[in-house]
């Protein structure tokens, strides 16, 4: 065998996969130059994207970014690399939590079925009677013009002025579906930080779990 041939990188059957929570692990292992190995090795970086080296004769390399590298000396200034490269898993995981929302507390039985919402237009004329001397009595009494303040429309105006509430707490469930992404998608463009309706190639494999 000349020289050459000898020294040219070559992928050995050693050849292997390994699955760990939420990753692929894919791995290689070439024989060739122990200098060009070691030089194309150094180059390398973990969490980047691995890619070949033609002056190493490295080719076909495992999809994904490095996991690891590893670059034995053999005898006859030879050496054995192996490389891994991890992509995540095609998985998408669920999640419901519950938020803890804060409302104004103008917005108390706004939606209320019973029709008892409070009359916010009366409510906000009543107030601007505050402070003015000549509808004190009137502010006091919980009134409007002579006009009363009845039902919920009381129950808030009484919240407003007696305890000082501003807002109030409700708690509502989120629920949340996160897919775990080997590269930026190439639509992703002004979508940052928006909400918008997905796209159907971006739920296929978002389906509810049972």
């Not at 775990?180 to 796209?199: A, C, F, H, Q, Y």
């Amino acid at each position: 065998m000349a020289e050459t041939d000898w020294k040219t990188s070559h992928q050995t059957p050693q050849e292997g996969l390994t699955k760990q929570p939420g990753l692929v692990v894919r791995r290689k292992t070439w024989v060739g130059d122990y200098d060009k190995l070691k030089t194309y090795a150094e180059s390398l970086h973990v969490g980047r994207e691995l890619k070949g080296s033609s002056s190493a004769n490295i080719s076909d390399v495992p999809e994904g970014f490095v996991a690891s590298v590893e670059l034995t000396r053999l005898n006859g200034d030879r050496g054995a690399l192996t490389l891994s490269a991890a992509l995540y898993e095609s998985i998408d995981v669920w999640g419901l939590e519950m938020t803890e929302l804060q409302k104004p507390i103008k917005t108390w039985k706004r939606n209320a079925s019973d029709g008892e919402k409070p009359d916010l237009t009366l409510l906000s004329n009543w107030e601007g009677q505050a402070g003015n001397p000549a509808f004190e009595q009137d502010y006091n009494a919980y009134k409007y013009r002579g006009q009363a303040l009845t039902g919920n429309t009381l129950e808030l105006a009484k919240m407003i002025r007696e305890e000082g509430i501003e807002a109030y707490v409700v708690y509502t469930p989120i629920i949340t579906c996160t897919s775990r992404l080997n590269g930026l998608p190439g639509d992703i463009g002004e979508s940052i930080g928006k909400i918008g309706v997905p796209t159907p190639a971006s739920t296929a494999n978002c389906a509810p779990p049972c």
